[in-house]
């Protein structure tokens, strides 16, 4: 590889953000090429009426070295600890919202699982394992282990929440591999949960400013080495070494050279961009499903309310049969999201599950969900502020046959030194892993320059 020219990096989400800061912090001559006109991906914050909104992550599960991170960059003063009231979570069923704990035992003695159902918890440690080796979606794994209901009512909503996916699709290897890891090791997920170190204990976070603020000051400090309305549409190796990307800037095709090259766009943009490289991972790339996602934000005033139970929200399981996925109390975790007096959620819609409800009239859809969120938490009045926005590809579904996916990469970047397949869907969706992956990564660059 010819070390004359920088290191690109096509992708201005966060993966493309971090990583290009990562980059500058170890002196490694970079550039970032983003082919919309605004830098961040899905991260995006705004103020509306006084509520302060996040239309993309809500909060960040903190760490010590994801804090010292964000202190490097000059926003540590703007981290707030969610309140006591994050600690509670709920569920809904037959129409009620019901508090759940993450602990098994505590579950047992809740009123959310039928009894058979929490025999089939109890007893959990008693089944043998599986087959080995073999690749199970979300549902099979989880109703072979714990039986239907806790699939239905347990996991079905907890991966909406997280993935907006579909647990008859999603594979446990990838979206939760400790559970499979623990079956493997100890024959239970219940001995491997009471092995491990505790059950999290990360501390959830946000920015006071909105979490956009992340991505707006990587952008500022990677200044004229972000480069938007820059769209590559080809990569190949050039005669001198060094890889030639084709690249079209506000309708103008130009040449540039770098010296290696990290795809960390989506995976359908990754795919157009390589498949003169790869075809048989571009194709692979372009079967990764990104589901649409709205997220409805509702203020409402809050004497006008009933009491609501503070916690962080609730999950929706798809029996249930609504119009949304699940619902944050912002304005409880975070109580400076809203004006004073005010009250703040944001509602997801959509998802690997629920697409056809998004092709409805988007008022027609937001009063629905509006009538729905009324019913489930008792209340009589109409928001006084909501605020709207669709994510057509929002989080990539790491579903079954995935693995396959890792193997052709893992080939591609054998095969062509210098390139690299990175993105949310090779790192994990989270802040924190986006970060941490991007670190990692701009090492093996530096050490390949």
Known sequence: MN????????????????????????????????ASGRP????????????????GPNSIAMSPALRAYFEGLGLGELLVEASAAGKHRFLVRN??????????????????????AKWRLFTEIFRKRGAANTEETVADFVT??????????????????????????????????????????YGSV??????????????????????????????????????????????????????????????????????????????YATAYAIET??????AALRQIEYPAMGVLHLGYDKNELPAIPDGFGFLVPSAEQKHFLGLIYNSAIFPFKAPE???????????????????QPAEMLQQQVIAEVNALLGIKVQPVMKNFQVW????????????????KVARFEAGHPGLYVAGNYVQGVSVPNIISSAEKLAGRIRDAQ
Request: charged share 20%.
């Open 277 to 282: 490289l790869d075809y048989s991972l571009a």
């Open 341 to 359: 007096g005010k009250v703040l959620f944001t509602v997801f819609i959509g998802g690997a599950q629920q697409q056809e409800v998004l092709q």
């Open 190 to 267: 219940i001995k491997g949960m009471m092995k491990s170190k505790g059950m999290g204990g990360r501390k959830i976070v946000t920015m006071k400013g909105g979490n956009g603020l992340l991505a707006d000051r990587l952008g500022a400090l990677l200044g004229k080495d972000l480069q938007l309305n820059n769209k590559v549409t080809g990569v190949w190796l050039a005669e001198d070494g060094s890889y030639e990307l084709s690249v079209s800037i506000n309708g103008l095709v130009s040449t540039l050279k770098a010296s290696q090259v990290v795809f960390a766009a989506p995976a």
């Open 3 to 34: 070390k004359q020219h920088p290191v690109i990096v096509v992708g201005g989400g966060l993966s493309g953000l971090s990583l290009g800061y990562a980059l500058q912090q170890q002196g490694v001559p970079y550039r970032v090429l983003e």
């Open 95 to 116: 129409n009620k919202v019901h508090a759940i704990s993450p602990h098994p035992f505590k579950i047992i003695s809740s009123r959310f699982l039928s009894g058979a």
């Open 392 to 407: 057509e590809k929002a989080i990539p579904q790491l579903n079954v046959g995935y693995a396959e996916v890792r193997n």
């Open 40 to 55: 961040g991906g899905v991260i995006k914050s705004l103020h509306v009426a006084g509520f302060e909104l996040d239309a």
């Open 144 to 185: 072979r282990r714990f039986g239907k209901e806790i699939a239905t009512y347990v996991f079905d909503p907890v991966l909406s929440g997280i993935y907006a996916g579909n647990v008859d699709r999603l594979s446990i290897q990838e979206v939760m591999p400790m559970l499979s890891d623990w079956e493997k090791q």
